[in-house]
């Protein structure tokens, strides 16, 4: 069956440094690829995504590429602060299938 | 706009008993889902609704129910509760299909002891 694979499943890395999120999917038909972020106890919510049509996307310490060839697809954080600590989950087939989901330490 | 509402916040069942997890928006959404989130796990689509008296199996449809007879409301039954269904219950909203943000809501967490 589809599936969407999310590596790694911890993260821990210096305030400040970059943290990168991996996500690989299965079918080639996936035209939409979302970030969610889920605060300790929250909801997920969207902070980032990007459509088939475009490689890359930025909205300040945050971008997500997307290698479609590879059917892959990465978050990357910049300049990470404590409050980007949360688990993060991608998406793809539409949103059917999430990935298992990667908890993001920020170290002080 | 209130988004997407979740009741109860918190449950307890006994094995084998019965229960409805309630979900509205008020976004006029045509899209809604249910997902259940173990601990320290991912999100698994149970079930999903593209508009009023339409729905779709997810990935973990056993043991639940769904029905949509309004755009607003879409609620969840649990028939015969077992152990296995203890989990963080997530209901979400959507403008459209596939590729667009889902809302969510707040969460049910549900102990089935």
């Known amino acids: 069956g589809e599936n969407v694979e999310q590596h790694p499943s911890t993260l821990s890395v210096q305030e400040g440094d970059s943290a990168v999120i991996k996500c690989t999917y299965s079918?080639?038909?996936?035209?939409?690829f979302p970030w969610y972020k889920q605060e300790l106890g929250k909801r997920p919510q969207l902070i980032i995504d990007?459509?088939?049509n475009v490689g890359e996307k930025k909205d300040q310490r945050i971008a997500v590429t997307l290698n479609k060839t590879a059917k892959h697809f990465s978050l990357h954080i910049t300049e990470t602060q404590p409050e980007d600590s949360a688990v993060y989950f991608c998406?793809?087939?539409?949103?059917?299938?999430w990935g298992a989901g990667t908890k993001l330490i920020i170290k002080p | 706009n209130a988004g997407v509402t979740q009741t109860p916040k918190f449950r307890i069942l006994k094995i084998g008993q019965s229960m409805t997890l309630q979900c509205t928006q008020d976004?006029?959404?045509?899209?809604m889902y249910w997902y259940r989130q173990d601990p320290g796990m991912g999100l698994k689509l149970i079930y999903y609704?593209?508009?009023?008296?339409?729905?779709d199996k997810g990935e973990v449809p056993n043991g639940y129910n769904v029905s949509r007879s309004t755009t607003e409301d879409f609620p969840l039954r649990l028939e015969l509760a077992a152990p296995s269904q203890t989990s963080v219950y997530f209901c979400?909203?959507?403008?459209?299909?596939?590729?667009?943000?889902?809302?969510f809501g707040p969460g049910t967490r549900l102990t089935v002891t």
């Open positions: 979400a909203s959507s403008y459209s299909y596939g590729s667009y943000e889902q809302y």
């Open positions: 976004m006029n959404h045509n899209y």
């Open positions: 609704s593209v508009g009023a008296g339409i729905t």
């Open positions: 079918d080639s038909a996936s035209n939409y």
């Open positions: 990007i459509r088939s």
């Open positions: 998406a793809a087939i539409n949103q059917l299938i």
